[in-house]
């Protein structure tokens, strides 16, 4: 797992059993971070580390509350070395 | 635990007659719910709590290993969460080590109350719960410190699809809906309270009910706790399905100790599309329980949750039942009623959020604080970004008997976006001053008219409890309006 920035949003780039995924590193519930929380690879689940709320890395949507909100979801490439987010 | 509070002097406030026969309100304690039976248990953990006892409950409940591995990282968390600081400073005397965590009175959760141990069965006969049943009750459970001894539900709603049964048979019986919705509405890491309950819950309720069942008559859980020094931590996860209905209640007593026990459920409501859901507590636990509960629903589309919510004991309340109105058109409402007597400390409240459109709430908060008591009112109002056209009103009051004690307000209000109602009143005198005017012209004084008003307001709700408890809310009801107007 890796936070990178850009602009004033934070992205934490997530390798789950393989695949990468970016979604935004803010809880939707409290605006804390994300990515001190535990990854669950066979669901590809990361648990918000302050009020356990899970969400799904590939659409970003909680699958339990206190949040209710989606988190932003970002398109991954590979190129070559390189691993390539878009962000509009 | 914390020495005896020191005895509340004699007060000089005036009274009304009306008032000052409720003074004694909850005085009887000791003769009607405070007595213990000799304990006669198949099992007693040790006092204290670590990652051996969690293990030997779920062997005993002979558990599937993705519970167990829940029990192991929810106790991971209770363990790394500093205790809340917030609240309420009775909070910081509660000692996990001096607690037992796990207690077995009974082989089994019987259907027949003739099947149930002696001793247990007296118990519940003192507190007329199997003549309850008999007389306006659809189905009753029965818990017994850490487990639910016996459980009963109508034939007919069986035969229509209704599931009422403890936690852990469900978990045996009906593990892939018990999975499917366990720990979604209050996940284990939620809070310090929440880890703890999830790690080491046994018992509590599970309710299904199928789309389009109406419920007519209430399913009631009575939860009884009767060692010292006894933590009971019940699990329940009720499901209503399209355009069903269903009215729980629920009630708790325990004995009178020296020594402080624990009381920490979670509850979980999931009203689906067209659903409602009426929940009642008429928490009486004795004044050594520290009450720690986590309350939770979500309603879908033109869904209703309503959450009635009675503390007239323990030594420490802290609860605040949610809802998240999810769907369009949701209602969501909280009738929270809070005494607080000597020693006590209510901090109850109500938390709504409305996720989505044209969704509605209401929030009724009503306090009464005597001897040196004091009560808290903590809420949260929250409007999400999205939830155009939605409504809501929070009322609060609170009513003090003498000088000696204490209440407190912390409403919280987050509204995102413009297109909201949203109304937050202190006093019963601004509930309908039209109506008030109204009833003065006909010769009532204000206090008989508020009276009258709040009284109408909330009968429909008081009169569908079960009637020993709705003499006991009307009794505070009353008390509660009395001088509250002006």
Same mark, same amino acid.
């Given at each position: 797992?890796?936070?990178?920035?850009?602009?004033?949003?934070?992205?934490?780039?997530?390798?789950?059993?393989?695949?990468?995924?970016?979604?935004?590193?803010?809880?939707?519930?409290?605006?804390?971070?994300?990515?001190?929380?535990?990854?669950?690879?066979?669901?590809?689940?990361?648990?918000?580390?302050?009020?356990?709320?899970?969400?799904?890395?590939?659409?970003?949507?909680?699958?339990?509350?206190?949040?209710?909100?989606?988190?932003?979801?970002?398109?991954?490439? #590979?190129?070559?070395?390189? #691993?390539?987010?878009?962000?509009? | 635990?914390?020495?005896?509070? +020191?005895?509340?002097?004699?007060?000089?406030?005036?009274?009304?007659?009306?008032?000052?026969?409720?003074?004694?309100?909850?005085?009887?304690? +000791?003769?009607?719910?405070?007595?213990?039976?000799? %304990?006669?248990?198949?099992?007693?953990?040790?006092?204290?709590?670590?990652?051996?006892?969690?293990?030997?409950?779920?062997?005993?409940?002979?558990?599937?290993?993705?519970?167990?591995?829940?029990?192991?990282?929810?106790?991971?968390?209770?363990?790394?969460?500093? !205790?809340?600081?917030?609240?309420?400073?009775?909070?910081?005397?509660?000692?996990?080590?001096?607690?037992?965590?796990?207690?077995? =009175?009974?082989?089994?959760?019987?259907?027949?109350?003739?099947?149930?141990?002696?001793?247990?069965?007296?118990?519940?006969?003192?507190?007329?719960?199997?003549? =309850?049943?008999?007389?306006?009750? @659809?189905?009753?459970?029965?818990?017994? $410190?850490?487990?639910?001894?016996?459980?009963?539900?109508?034939?007919?709603?069986?035969?229509?699809?209704?599931?009422?049964?403890?936690?852990?048979?469900?978990?045996?019986? &009906?593990?892939?809906?018990?999975?499917?919705?366990?720990?979604?509405?209050?996940?284990?890491?939620?809070?310090?309270?929440?880890?703890?309950?999830?790690?080491?819950?046994?018992?509590?309720?599970?309710?299904?009910?199928?789309?389009?069942?109406?419920?007519?008559?209430?399913?009631? @859980?009575?939860?009884?706790?009767?060692?010292?020094?006894?933590?009971?931590?019940?699990?329940?996860?009720?499901?209503?399905?399209?355009?069903?209905?269903?009215?729980?209640?629920?009630?708790?007593?325990?004995?009178?100790?020296?020594?402080?026990?624990?009381?920490?459920?979670?509850?979980?409501?999931? =009203?689906?599309?067209? *659903?409602?859901?009426?929940?009642?507590?008429? !928490?009486?636990?004795?004044?050594?329980?520290?009450?720690?509960?986590?309350?939770?629903?979500?309603? $879908?589309?033109?869904? +209703?949750?309503?959450?009635?919510?009675?503390?007239?004991?323990?030594?420490?309340?802290?609860?605040?039942?949610?809802?998240?109105?999810?769907?369009?058109?949701?209602?969501?409402?909280?009738?929270?009623? *809070?005494?607080?007597?000597?020693?006590?400390?209510?901090?109850?409240?109500?938390?709504?959020? &409305?996720?989505?459109?044209?969704?509605?709430?209401?929030?009724?908060?009503?306090?009464?604080?005597?001897?040196?008591?004091?009560?808290?009112?903590?809420?949260?109002?929250?409007?999400?970004?999205?939830?155009?056209?939605?409504?809501?009103?929070?009322?609060?009051? *609170?009513?003090?008997?003498?000088? &000696?004690?204490?209440?407190?307000?912390?409403?919280?209000?987050?509204?995102?976006?413009?297109?909201?109602?949203?109304?937050?009143?202190?006093?019963?005198?601004?509930?309908?001053?039209? !109506?008030?005017?109204?009833?003065?012209?006909?010769?009532?004084?204000?206090? $008989?008219?508020?009276?009258?008003?709040?009284?109408?307001?909330? %009968?429909?709700?008081?009169?569908?409890?079960?009637?020993?408890? @709705?003499?006991?809310?009307?009794?505070?009801?009353?008390?509660?309006?009395?001088?509250?107007?002006?």
């Amino acid at each position: 797992m890796r936070v990178v920035e850009w602009d004033e949003l934070e992205i934490a780039v997530v390798n789950c059993a393989g695949t990468l995924y970016a979604i935004e590193d803010r809880c939707s519930h409290d605006d804390g971070p994300l990515a001190e929380g535990v990854l669950y690879e066979d669901d590809c689940t990361i648990e918000c580390p302050r009020h356990g709320s899970l969400f799904d890395l590939r659409t970003g949507a909680p699958k339990t509350l206190p949040a209710y909100e989606p988190i932003e979801t970002f398109p991954v490439r #590979i190129d070559g070395d390189l #691993i390539k987010l878009e962000v509009e | 635990m914390a020495a005896t509070p +020191t005895p509340t002097p004699e007060s000089t406030k005036t009274l009304t007659p009306e008032e000052a026969s409720l003074r004694n309100l909850g005085s009887d304690y +000791t003769e009607r719910y405070g007595f213990h039976d000799a %304990e006669n248990y198949l099992y007693k953990a040790p006092k204290g709590l670590n990652r051996e006892i969690v293990e030997k409950i779920s062997e005993f409940k002979s558990e599937p290993q993705w519970m167990r591995d829940f029990r192991l990282k929810a106790l991971e968390y209770f363990l790394a969460r500093p !205790q809340p600081t917030w609240g309420s400073p009775m909070l910081a005397d509660v000692d996990y080590d001096d607690i037992h965590y796990f207690v077995r =009175a009974s082989e089994r959760s019987e259907r027949s109350w003739d099947d149930v141990p002696e001793d247990v069965k007296k118990t519940f006969d003192r507190l007329g719960i199997p003549e =309850a049943e008999r007389n306006f009750l @659809a189905g009753v459970g029965a818990q017994y $410190e850490s487990e639910v001894v016996y459980h009963q539900v109508n034939e007919e709603l069986e035969k229509q699809g209704v599931i009422f049964t403890d936690m852990d048979t469900a978990l045996r019986e &009906h593990e892939d809906l018990v999975k499917e919705y366990f720990a979604t509405i209050i996940p284990p890491n939620d809070n310090k309270l929440a880890a703890l309950n999830s790690a080491v819950w046994s018992g509590g309720s599970f309710v299904y009910v199928p789309p389009g069942v109406h419920v007519e008559m209430p399913l009631q @859980a009575y939860f009884r706790i009767n060692t010292e020094n006894m933590g009971q931590f019940e699990r329940t996860i009720i499901i209503a399905d399209e355009g069903s209905y269903v009215h729980y209640v629920e009630g708790c007593t325990a004995p009178t100790y020296s020594g402080d026990s624990l009381h920490s459920a979670v509850v979980e409501l999931i =009203a689906k599309p067209g *659903a409602r859901i009426r929940y009642t507590t008429v !928490q009486n636990w004795s004044n050594n329980v520290y009450n720690l509960v986590t309350k939770r629903a979500i309603a $879908e589309t033109d869904a +209703t949750v309503e959450w009635v919510d009675c503390n007239l004991g323990s030594k420490l309340t802290m609860k605040y039942p949610s809802v998240y109105l999810m769907g369009e058109r949701a209602h969501g409402e909280v009738l929270s009623i *809070a005494f607080a007597g000597e020693g006590q400390h209510q901090d109850a409240g109500a938390k709504i959020i &409305h996720a989505a459109p044209n969704t509605t709430s209401n929030i009724f908060a009503k306090s009464i604080s005597k001897d040196g008591g004091r009560s808290s009112y903590r809420g949260l109002l929250e409007v999400a970004k999205g939830a155009h056209g939605s409504k809501s009103k929070v009322v609060c009051d *609170a009513l003090l008997l003498d000088e &000696h004690s204490r209440s407190d307000t912390y409403p919280t209000i987050r509204i995102g976006n413009d297109d909201v109602d949203v109304g937050h009143e202190a006093t019963v005198s601004k509930v309908g001053d039209e !109506q008030l005017f109204y009833l003065m012209s006909h010769g009532l004084t204000e206090e $008989e008219a508020g009276k009258l008003i709040v009284n109408g307001f909330i %009968e429909p709700i008081v009169k569908e409890l079960p009637m020993e408890y @709705a003499v006991e809310m009307n009794r505070l009801i009353e008390l509660q309006m009395e001088g509250s107007i002006g």
